[in-house]
């Protein structure tokens, strides 16, 4: 069994594709459950619950991915990634059922990305490492 080393953490190679499944996993869910057409009366859009299941989706995620990642660049295309996803959903919402886009959705899936950004320092780096 192959270990590798970083910075962050210690792993075993064969938690890489655990995380690569981890992130489809969330992906996915998160899709599904932004574009269902039904929402429960806790994901009612204007509610404050809502705003904090928005941060939460997207903190989590990103504190797990940049607990493991050893490279500043990409915890910073993690982030890039989730703000895109983010933004997706908003416009998938707003063709197929007619929704205006909601800001208020948007500011609460870039404060959850900050807030699962700055749990932990990001990686130093040394710049010669970032191009190999």
């Known amino acids: 069994?192959?270990?590798?080393?970083?910075?962050?953490?210690t792993l075993n190679k064969s938690v890489i594709p655990t995380l690569f499944?981890?992130?489809?996993v969330w992906i996915v869910g998160l899709v599904i459950a932004s574009l269902q057409p039904v929402r429960y009366q806790v994901a009612?859009?204007?509610t404050l619950s809502h705003l904090i299941l928005h941060a939460i989706a997207f903190a989590v995620p990103i504190f797990i991915l940049q607990s493991v990642i050893n490279r500043?660049?990409?915890?910073?295309?993690?982030a890039s990634g989730a703000l895109l996803l983010a933004i997706g959903i908003e416009l998938a919402q707003r063709s197929l059922y007619g929704n205006r886009f909601e800001w208020r959705d948007l500011f609460a899936d870039i404060?959850?990305?900050a807030v699962?950004?700055?749990?932990?320092?990001l990686p130093r780096e040394n710049p010669v490492s970032i191009l190999l």
Do not use: E, H
Request: aromatic share 10%; hydrophobic share 45%; no cysteine.
């Open 1 to 9: 069994m192959q270990v590798i080393k970083t910075s962050r953490v």
């Open 21 to 24: 499944v981890f992130t489809g």
């Open 44 to 46: 009612r859009y204007g």
């Open 72 to 78: 500043r660049t990409l915890v910073w295309m993690s």
């Open 111 to 113: 404060l959850g990305v």
């Open 116 to 121: 699962g950004m700055l749990a932990r320092p």
